[in-house]
């Protein structure tokens, strides 16, 4: 138990839906994070906020679009999604972006149909 | 960021240290060397991190040598659950961005 939950854990989805990622840290960490895992890759970092307010997009597809209410909780709002964004949804926090110590959730394992 | 170079696999008999290489020679001065791993499934998980003087925690020990241009994750005593993807990754002591470059990692493999 790492302090970060993310719900669901397992998603199944088709082009046309919309979904919505959760992820909640009890850590009391100011920053968090949004990785992508696809299979036999690195992590990609996706997004990343801090305070609340997002420092970083890699440069990735408006059909993911973060949001960030408070620092515990973080989501990530997917719509008309395709085949290859099926992957594992990290999300991960820290004290703060000057730290490297960044604590995961079990991520959420997504497949688009 | 500096790029780090780990061996894609290695095995370790249960219960012997396991000592996990990484080679960053073109780390910079204000570059931290980080460890985490990630077994199967799971999200990664920080083990421990160093500037210059070796590390312990409750995991691991840390290895830089005196260059800084390597360095040694061991794990004293190995069992099945360390099994996992290790991942070497430097980064710069204070960045306004935190990025974290996981790379491919070693993938480490205990035996019973």
């Known amino acids: ?113 | 960021d500096a790029k780090t170079t780990q061996p894609p696999s290695m095995d370790c008999a249960e219960g012997r240290a396991a000592n996990l290489p990484c080679n960053h020679s073109t780390i910079s001065g204000n570059e931290y060397v980080y460890w985490y791993r990630q077994i199967h499934s799971q999200g990664p998980q920080y083990i421990i991190h160093g500037l210059k003087n070796n590390e312990t925690n409750e995991m691991a020990s840390l290895i830089i040598t005196e260059d800084r241009k390597s360095s040694t994750l061991i794990l004293p005593h190995a069992t099945l659950r360390d099994t996992a993807v290790y991942y070497c990754i430097v980064r710069p002591m204070k960045t306004g961005a935190n990025n974290l470059f996981f790379g491919t990692g070693t993938r480490l493999t205990v035996i019973p």
């Open chain 1, 1 to 113: 138990e790492t302090g970060v939950t993310q719900t669901p854990r397992h998603l199944v989805m088709g082009m046309t839906n919309k979904k919505s990622l959760k992820c909640e840290q009890h850590l009391g960490h100011n920053a968090m994070y949004w990785y992508k895992q696809s299979a036999k890759k690195p992590l990609e970092l996706m997004f990343v906020y801090n305070f609340k307010e997002q420092t970083e997009n890699n440069s990735v597809p408006s059909r993911f679009s973060p949001e960030c209410p408070n620092s515990s909780h973080l989501f990530l709002h997917l719509h008309t999604l395709q085949p290859e964004d099926s992957a594992l949804y990290l999300c991960a926090s820290s004290q703060g972006i000057l730290t490297g110590e960044q604590y995961f959730g079990p991520g959420t394992r997504l497949t688009v149909t």
